[in-house]
């Protein structure tokens, strides 16, 4: 069957300090890969996505960056947070007709 | 282009009707249907492809108009557990495999 991975659940970072959230998936190949961000109480913000390895389009210039270094993992970093960075993120992937998310990680920026 | 949802947010009382919009300025390859609980992901509900097309499950159901512009989502005698946000995503076929949502429509049902 086919999952997704996304850790960690929570995260508290200091403004300046680098970012790394990990989205792993299971029991498929070659899925679309999204990065999404949402503020409390907000919307489903589109920052990257991913149609294959190596391939990333981005949706917000800000300082975030995305990649995908395997067919199945995407990774979203910063180099240096700010606090407007805090939020849920959340990973998807699309295979045919159907989209999952992961659990999300919600980022506390202080 | 982000796909535009309405309401904001709905209440009803358990039993009672709604009906959720999400529209496009263009014709779409898809619109899929989410619910958010609080504090947690989206959960998949369904997904709507053809022109004309309906879908449901239990008592929820989609459509998806001719022109591929407008889908409606029908909370049909709503129960408890229907509260939730509900998110409308769209695929533009000019994007290929860009999945954007609507803002999201909060749903409460009270007994």
């Known amino acids: 069957s086919q999952t997704i991975h996304q850790w960690p659940a929570t995260l508290v970072q200091p403004v300046g300090s680098p970012l790394s959230l990990e989205c792993t998936v299971e029991?498929?190949?070659?899925?679309?890969l999204y990065w999404y961000r949402q503020a409390a109480g907000r919307g489903l913000q589109l920052l990257f996505y991913?149609?294959?390895?190596?391939?990333i389009s981005s949706e917000v210039p800000q300082n975030l960056s995305a990649s995908r270094p395997q067919d199945r993992q995407f990774i979203l970093s910063s180099k240096k947070l700010l606090l407007s960075d805090s939020g849920f993120y959340l990973c998807?992937?699309?295979?045919?007709?159907?989209?999952?998310f992961g659990q999300g990680t919600r980022l506390t920026v202080v | 282009q982000q796909p535009v949802q309405s309401p904001q947010a709905v209440i009803l009382r358990e039993g009672e009707d709604a009906v959720i919009n999400c529209s496009s300025s263009k014709a779409l390859y898809s619109v899929h249907w989410y619910r958010q609980k609080h504090g947690e992901a989206p959960v998949f509900l369904m997904i709507?492809?053809?022109?004309?097309e309906q879908k449901g499950h239990e008592k929820i159901s989609a459509s998806f108009n001719e022109k591929k512009q407008q889908s409606s989502l029908y909370l049909t005698a709503s129960q408890l557990s229907y509260s939730g946000t509900y998110f409308c995503?769209?695929?533009?076929?000019?994007?290929?495999?860009?999945?954007?949502f609507g803002a999201g429509t909060q749903v409460v049902v009270t007994p």
């Open positions: 029991g498929t190949s070659n899925p679309n």
């Open positions: 995503g769209t695929e533009d076929p000019d994007s290929w495999g860009k999945l954007q």
């Open positions: 709507l492809l053809k022109g004309g």
């Open positions: 998807a992937w699309l295979l045919n007709t159907e989209a999952f």
């Open positions: 991913s149609v294959g390895i190596g391939q």
